[in-house]
């Protein structure tokens, strides 16, 4: 997400490939369009030269809940000034963002598939630790080895079927991903908020 905090007027004179255009004072009413915080999109401001307004929004979008977003220093003027690209016309004025999917992830469709009804040829694995998983519940067919235990234990970890790993939120899943690939496992992981029940059901917040 590129965001010109700049004047309509100003933004129309110019401005970078793929900005939208929310003036600073316009912000706050357009934030409940913005995408999913969860989706922690990364987002750059840039005002007119690093007047000021570029980090005042970018505070807002902390206070928000957005995580890490960045200041353009020197704004637009340094952009310009060092001689890269600018686009003339009318700038879009609504954000619109589309995560990329993660290398190694698998789209949630297919997970849900694999998790209502384990394929002969599929291992899930959640890699939450083992109070989560009493408290909890887990998917029919899974199996748990804690990101904790994964290296311990990879004698556990078929190597003759897909591997399918997930946790709570998808960040120990990506972890436990990396860990198996690098030692040739045929491996993907779920990027994404699930939870489970007792009875082996699940959720995925999508």
């Known amino acids: 997400m590129l965001l010109d905090v700049r004047s309509d007027k100003e933004a129309r004179a110019g401005f970078i490939k793929g900005a939208v255009n929310i003036p600073e004072k316009a912000v706050d009413g357009a934030l409940p369009s913005f995408p999913d915080k969860e989706l922690k999109p990364p987002i750059v401001v840039y005002d007119a030269k690093g007047d000021g307004s570029a980090e005042k929004v970018a505070m807002k979008l902390v206070e928000a809940g957005y995580p890490g977003p960045r200041v353009l220093t020197g704004g637009f003027a340094a952009w310009k000034g060092a001689g890269y690209g600018v686009e003339t016309g009318t700038p879009a004025t609504r954000v619109v963002y589309v995560p990329k999917p993660k290398a190694g992830s698998i789209p949630v469709a297919d997970f849900e598939a694999f998790a209502r009804g384990v394929p002969a040829g599929i291992q899930i694995i959640d890699v939450r630790t083992r109070e989560e998983v009493e408290e909890t519940g887990m998917i029919r067919g899974a199996v748990n080895i804690p990101a ?20 709570s939120t998808g960040a120990r899943a990506e972890m436990s991903y990396t860990i198996l690939k690098e030692k040739g496992y045929n491996i993907r992981f779920l990027d994404a908020t699930i939870t489970t029940d007792k009875d082996g059901t699940f959720t995925i917040k999508k």
């Open 148 to 167: 904790e235990e994964i290296v311990s234990r990879l004698a556990e970890i078929p190597k003759d079927r897909e591997v399918v790993l997930h946790c």
